[in-house]
């Protein structure tokens, strides 16, 4: 497809993107993703998708994620078994000991299906306060925490006893050392570890914008310390939104590349950054908005400034 693959200079680091199976009959969505060695569904493996329908398992759309993936010698991430977004109706309404019943169903249901198939799964994500301050943390106010206060040390144990050789990450945004809560989700990781939560990983989101990116030596800080803990890391969902400087965004020098340079690097210098995902393939597909072309591909699957900018530095 005249351009060389970022997965020949991986070799063996996990390279990846999330994909949508919506996108699949597009040939030149195939062609790109075939850069990459890693994959991720974007919507296909949430709760909503899996089990809209209380006890109705529908594992249509993730199957489908992980076939292709298969079919194109690419490992698969799991994404994501609790989260307060994205869940069914049915499952906020049900009382405490309901609620608690149905995220251990899930947990188990789902890990069961995919045993040894999947080997890296987002057990929990995004239950951590945006308003915490470094010091200590708030948790999110969600229905899941309301009714359920313990579903995070529920669901990491669940998943351990049904499945012990999944590896269990807990998945979070803010998290890339700009702001507060970064610290504060390092904290409960840490304090997870010390009651011996079984908890495998952390996963770096990492949506963030060229006006305000994470620097170079706070990230590779952060990492480290993740690192000492005894904990894996991803960078699970990168993308980078130009925001109002969409003109920066195509030589391979500008601000946008600098954030992908300093993800990537800070990620290599740690041997427990062992993942390294964007989320998405080409600009149109993105959440964040074609205008902010923020990923790799341009809306015609060509590869951007920033794709060689990866490239060079794997
Ligand atoms: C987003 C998807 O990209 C969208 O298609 C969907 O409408 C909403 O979810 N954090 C996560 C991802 O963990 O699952 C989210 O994905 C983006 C933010």
Request: net charge negative; hydrophobic share 35%; charged share 20%.
């Amino acid at each position: 497809n005249g351009y060389e693959l970022l997965r020949d200079y991986a070799k063996g680091f996990r390279i990846g993107a999330a994909t949508n199976t919506i996108h699949y009959s597009n040939s030149n969505y195939i062609e790109a993703m075939k850069s990459f060695n890693y994959m991720v569904a974007e919507n296909g493996c949430k709760f909503v998708s899996i089990q809209g329908t209380k006890g109705k398992f529908n594992f249509n759309d993730c199957d489908n994620h992980l076939k292709k993936a298969k079919e194109l010698g690419m490992a698969f991430r799991g994404h994501a078994l609790i989260w307060h977004a994205m869940a069914p109706q049915w499952i906020e309404h049900e009382d405490s000991n309901t609620m608690k019943q149905s995220i251990i169903n899930h947990v188990t249901t789902v890990l069961k299906h995919y045993e040894g198939k999947i080997d890296a799964w987002d057990v929990v994500n995004e239950a951590i306060d945006d308003g915490s301050n470094g010091n200590g943390w708030k948790f999110r106010n969600s229905f899941l925490y309301q009714k359920v206060p313990d579903f995070i040390d529920i669901a990491f144990k669940t998943a351990r006893e049904v499945s012990p050789n999944t590896k269990l990450f807990y998945n979070d945004y803010n998290t890339e050392a700009i702001w507060a809560k970064s610290e504060s989700v390092y904290q409960f990781v840490a304090d997870m570890k010390k009651r011996n939560i079984p908890i495998d990983g952390v996963g770096l989101q990492y949506h963030v914008g060229i006006n305000v990116q994470p620097q170079f030596n706070k990230i590779d800080n952060l990492i480290s310390r993740y690192c000492k803990l005894g904990v894996e890391v991803h960078i699970t969902e990168l993308d980078v939104s130009c925001d109002d400087n969409c003109n920066d965004y195509d030589g391979g020098e500008g601000k946008q590349s600098q954030v992908y340079t300093n993800a990537l690097k800070a990620c290599l210098n740690n041997s427990c950054c062992t993942g390294f995902l964007v989320w998405g393939i080409g600009d149109n597909d993105s959440w964040r908005g074609a205008e902010n072309k923020p990923l790799l591909f341009d809306s015609n699957y060509k590869p951007k400034g920033q794709y060689n900018t990866i490239l060079n530095i794997l």
